[in-house]
């Protein structure tokens, strides 16, 4: 189990600086989460099953007493006893366990499938913070840039080469960014509390994510061959699997039943009794047979519809993890060409603002340039914060469909 825990970190957990952080909350999540235990609870109840079907029929014990007996010459029976074991045909039982493992085995890899997407689910919720933090130190680092094109504005309003709209227009512009960091702090509260509730601890405890994510050169991906590995899929190779050992059972219980047994009679002493021996013990063979087995082969008949039916199942959960695979890739392509034409932007947009500063050393600024700088320059860093943080969800999710 740590070794399947291990694993699944490993998934969702991207080479860069300050990795450990979400791996450790993955962990943390997999080892405490009510929903992951519930799983495994059931896992545990279908193993035990095993154990459960490994038994034989009870076996039956009758005892008879001679209540009031008749005025008769002959002996007669004071009591009787008697002992009976059925037995199931020959490898009934083992089917039995075989069933039983089988059903096990699809229940694990249930527990499996729910550590995944816990696993994914924390993953999102992380670059969801991510994303919500960079945008605060963006936004502080353009107010401390309009505070100094304040500061210039009104060294320029006293000589006469500025008004006091342009003043006032970096200070509202200051303020339009001071809102956007609040509500930033509240959507991070929102954010935190839900992951720390996936986690299962308190809803208000700090949440460490990296400062910085780097889109990496090149995309890790397998090809879609490799969605026959999902769990999603190999679940109903495991179903399949019950049916067909479910059906072997129908076929072994369809058979004979075969009970051995012994009777004990005892009887009260007579003059007729002549031997040594007055009390009787008879051995007993007792069989049951199925004549009757509309009931098994209707059996068989469902479990034939019941293979096809799962096959359909898997069929049609391979065609939407296609359709999720190619939306995911699709969109991590998207971000990848936002990513890099907002960076050429930003480019740009920091020259035309040494311009402008360059102007300002001759003697000459439009603050109104300065605020549409600002604002695009505010506009590209977000832009690429937010196809950097849709580019490592995607990722996440490439990895969840594909490993």
């Known amino acids: 189990m740590k070794h399947i825990i291990f694993i699944i970190c490993l998934l969702f957990v991207p080479t860069f600086a300050k990795a450990q952080d979400l791996e450790t909350l993955i962990q943390e999540a997999l080892t405490q989460s009510p929903e992951i235990q519930k799983f495994d609870f059931q896992y545990q ?73 816990l696993a994914l689910s924390v993953s999102q919720f992380y670059y969801l913070l991510y994303e919500i933090r960079a945008k605060q130190e963006v936004l502080d680092e353009n107010i401390t840039l309009l505070e100094t094109y304040e500061r210039l504005a009104l060294n320029s309003l006293e000589v006469g080469k500025a008004s006091a709209v342009d003043v006032l227009r970096l200070q509202i512009r200051q303020n339009e960014l001071k809102q956007e960091i609040d509500v930033l702090i509240q959507q991070n509260k929102g954010i935190q509390a839900a992951m720390n509730s996936l986690i299962n601890r308190e809803y208000n405890k700090d949440v460490s994510v990296a400062s ?14 490799a969605l026959s590995l999902n769990p999603e899929l190999l ?10 050992q ?20 005892n009887q009260e002493d007579s003059p007729m009794i002549t031997s040594s021996f007055k009390d ?72 035309a603002e040494e311009i402008l500063i360059k102007n300002y050393e001759t003697g000459t600024i439009n ?32 990895n969840y469909l594909t490993n």
């Open 45 to 117: 109840i279908a193993s035990e099953k095993v154990n459960e079907v490994n038994s034989l029929p009870n076996t039956e014990f009758n005892f008879g007493v001679m209540a009031i007996a008749p005025e008769m010459d002959m002996p007669m029976e004071k009591f009787n006893a008697s002992v009976m074991q059925m037995l199931p045909w020959f490898g009934t039982i083992s089917a039995r366990e075989h069933y039983a493992t089988s059903m096990a085995d699809a229940q694990y890899v249930e527990v499996t499938i729910a550590k995944r997407k």
């Open 212 to 225: 910085v994510l780097e889109i990496p050169e090149d995309d890790s991906f397998y090809g879609y061959d």
């Open 235 to 244: 679940k109903y190779d495991k179903l399949y699997e019950s049916v067909e």
């Open 246 to 265: 479910s059906e072997l059972l129908n076929q072994k219980e369809s058979g004979p039943m075969i009970g051995f047994g012994v009777q004990y009679i």
């Open 280 to 351: 009787m013990v008879m051995p007993m063979v007792s069989v049951s047979i199925p004549i009757f087995n509309n009931k098994y082969k209707s059996q068989t008949k469902q479990n034939d519809l019941r293979k096809k039916e799962i096959q359909s199942q898997k069929d049609e959960r391979l065609n939407v993890l296609k359709a999720e695979l190619s939306k995911a890739i699709s969109q991590r392509n998207q971000a990848r060409i936002k990513f890099n034409t907002q960076a050429n932007n930003l480019k740009q947009a920091e020259d």
């Open 367 to 398: 603050f109104n340039d300065v605020l549409d700088i600002q604002e695009l320059q505010l506009k590209f860093q977000m832009g690429q914060i937010e196809t950097t943080k849709l580019y490592y969800v995607q990722t996440a999710l490439i």
